[in-house]
């Protein structure tokens, strides 16, 4: 797996997203972070998959699907999926 299998967006305030960064860290599952108050464009794509909502951490997939706030488990689930 590669950091480009799972994309997360976060922002640095973020307790949900620290902790969801934590255990995959922990779980050696590697990632791509973007913090949406830095890149405009994410933020919309945040907001556009979650009914106009910037809901963090939001993670997308390599096959483009998306998952808000998930746990570890529905992480590892979802990419032993694809």
């Known amino acids: 797996m590669t950091a480009s299998d799972l994309t997360m967006y ?44 910037h809901v963090v951490p939001t993670v997308k997939y390599s096959d483009g699907s998306t998952a808000t706030n998930p746990s570890l488990a529905q992480v590892k689930q979802a990419l032993a999926a694809i």
């Open 10 to 53: 976060s922002t640095t305030w973020c307790g949900y997203c620290r902790r969801l960064k934590k255990q995959l860290d922990e779980a050696g599952i590697t990632y791509t972070e973007v913090d949406i108050e830095q890149d405009p464009a994410s933020a919309e794509f945040v907001g556009k998959v979650n009914g106009g909502n």
